[in-house]
Every structure is written in structure tokens, then in C-alpha cells.
């Protein structure tokens, strides 16, 4: 399973960005789909995460300020980041969970997004 990420780059401190996540590969369904980050010298952390059923679940610190949403048709999630601060710089790492057509399950991340927030 191939995850393509994009929408990352420079923002100005209150900006927005959209990251996307396009899954491909032979894939019979997706169960759990979401972001990470990693800030320079820090642990990876959750950031949010959406399952099948649409129910999300977000990092405290990001509550009421990102938006997780997918669309199963298109294996592709959404990460709307609002009111950025430069503690959301970090590199965001995309991972979805499912099962292949053979049945096995897989896990996979994304290649990981530059999220620069800087005046």
C-alpha cells in the first residue's frame, strides 16, 4: 500500500493548511486512517485519527482547531489545520490502517509533510 501525501509548506502564524492522503495499492478496505507529527528532537504524536464510522478522536492540543475527515470512495483523508501556531511545526506523518484483497491486514505511513509555521 502506497500512501501520497500532500499539502504541506510555510505558513504564517494564525494560517490554514489542508493535508491530503491518497491511499492505492490492493487494498480491500480501510479501517482507521490518520495523522502523526513529529516536531525536531520530540516523540511522534498523535494528532488525529478517523475510523470507518466516521468517529474522530484528536490530540488536546489540536482540539477545536484541526479537522480529520476522509473520503472511503477516494481512500483519502483530510487534515484542515486552522489558527496555526509554530508549535504545530512539525513534520506530519499520514498512517492508515485495512486490510489488503487477500484479507491480510497492513498498516502503512505516508513519506511525511513539512509543516513550517513561521512569520
Request: proline share 1%; with cysteine; glycine share 10%.
Amino acid at each position: 500500500v502506497h500512501l501520497a501525501e500532500s499539502g504541506g509548506g510555510l505558513v504564517q502564524p494564525g494560517g490554514s493548511l489542508r493535508l491530503s492522503c491518497t491511499a492505492s495499492g490492493s487494498i480491500f478496505m480501510i479501517n482507521d486512517m490518520g495523522w502523526y507529527r513529529q516536531a525536531l528532537g520530540q516523540e511522534r504524536e498523535l494528532v488525529a485519527r478517523i475510523i470507518t464510522s466516521g468517529s474522530s478522536e484528536y490530540a488536546d492540543s489540536v482540539k477545536g482547531q484541526f479537522t480529520i475527515s476522509r473520503d472511503s470512495a477516494l481512500k483519502t483523508v483530510y487534515l484542515q489545520m486552522n489558527s496555526l501556531k509554530s508549535e504545530d511545526t512539525a513534520v506530519y506523518y499520514c498512517f492508515v490502517v485495512g486490510a489488503y484483497t487477500d484479507f491480510r491486514s497492513f498498516s502503512s505511513w505516508g513519506q511525511g509533510a513539512q509543516v513550517t509555521v513561521s512569520a
